[in-house]
């Protein structure tokens, strides 16, 4: 069984359009994060939920808008697509506050996200 | 902020030597380094991973070391196949804010 699921696993859409990416983990995880990983390889944090919470906003467009309606789900909606953001997302999971601390993380197996 | 630094980008190993990457990071609060492979197409898969109150770890063919002084923490591969080919990534996650930080990657190559 998925431990920490994306769906879409391939996007391609126009520019200008708006879009979402879902994220699910059954890992009981209180931390969700999004990362992006450019054509070069190098993967950057986005957004980090703790509980629901948002607790890392790093400096992204406010075209990218994170949703967390509980703690087992993060999904990710951009609004007016550019060619730049054409990218793997990497959903990921890790549990950090409560509990057994691992810290160890678990990523998704990311959405290619193409803008024509 | 933290600054995390790979090295190198790219090594090519023969089918059965050792593979040694290197990273170091800048923020002294940083307390969690773990590295991960990712295979083409394919999410990033932990494998390994250190805590700084440790200074080295062992998995089969695979290790970490850490030098907290130094800021620096090393992956090893020893007999390395060609099924280990693949991109590696060290990361330090920042304690004060939980925020985990990418090197920028090691494509392994192994040579049959």
């Known amino acids: 069984d998925t431990a920490v699921s994306q769906t879409p696993k391939y996007l391609v859409t126009q520019m200008g359009n708006d879009k979402s990416i879902k994220c699910e983990q059954n890992l009981g995880h209180d931390t969700m994060y999004w990362y992006k990983q450019d054509s070069k390889k190098f993967l950057k944090i986005m957004f980090s939920y703790n509980n629901k919470e948002l607790i890392i906003n790093e400096t992204v467009p406010n075209r990218f808008s994170p949703k967390s309606p509980d703690k087992a789900h993060l999904n990710l909606h951009i609004n007016s697509l550019e060619l730049g953001d054409s990218a793997v997302y990497f959903c990921a999971s890790s549990q950090v506050t409560s509990g057994r601390r691992s810290y160890e993380q678990y990523f998704g197996p990311g959405t290619r996200l193409t803008v024509t | 902020g933290e600054n995390v630094e790979q090295h190198p980008s790219t090594l090519s190993v023969q089918e059965g030597d050792s593979a040694v990457i290197k990273c170091t990071y800048s923020?002294?609060?940083?307390?969690?380094f773990p590295w991960y492979k990712q295979e083409l197409g394919k999410r990033p898969q932990l494998i390994i991973d250190i805590r700084s109150n440790v200074g080295e770890k062992k998995d089969q063919r695979i290790a970490v070391t850490l030098n907290k002084t130094a800021k620096h923490f090393s992956l090893h591969i020893t007999e390395t196949q060609p099924e280990d080919s693949a991109v590696y990534f060290c990361a330090a996650r920042q304690n004060n804010f939980n925020k985990f930080y990418f090197g920028s990657g090691t494509k392994l190559n192994v040579k049959p």
């Open positions: 923020d002294s609060a940083s307390n969690y």
